[in-house]
């Protein structure tokens, strides 16, 4: 059974940092292209930040230079650091593994930016 599981959210004031987690079991995660995506109130589902199976990383221009996606391959884990957070960031954080047709979800986790 696949899982990916997700840590890390929470309360953070505006200029503050979080650094979200994503624990996967159930696949080869080496062989997997990772993201985050997040959803706002009343918004679409967005991709924030991408790392694929090689470690090339891309990143939505909202929040490029303020967020950093990595992977340990060792741990299963995918890691987003995120700096210099704003109100706008303010969504459920939700955690993604795909392969070719194959897409896996974690349950998200919540990031509220607010003073």
């Known amino acids: 059974q696949v899982q990916l599981a997700e840590s890390g959210g929470g309360l953070v004031q505006p200029g503050g940092s979080l650094r979200l987690s994503c624990a996967a079991s159930?696949?080869?995660?080496?062989?997997?292209?990772m993201a985050w995506y997040r959803q706002a109130p009343g918004g679409q589902r967005e991709l924030v930040a991408r790392i694929n199976s090689g470690r090339s990383t891309n990143y939505a221009d909202s929040v490029k230079g303020r967020f950093t996606i990595s992977r340990d391959n060792a741990k299963n884990t995918v890691y987003l650091q995120m700096n210099s957070l704003k109100p706008e960031d303010t969504a459920v954080y939700y955690c993604?593994?795909?392969?070719?047709?194959?897409?896996?979800w974690g349950q998200g986790t919540r990031v509220t930016v607010s003073s």
């Open positions: 993604n593994a795909a392969r070719a047709t194959t897409n896996y």
């Open positions: 159930g696949i080869i995660f080496n062989n997997y292209h």
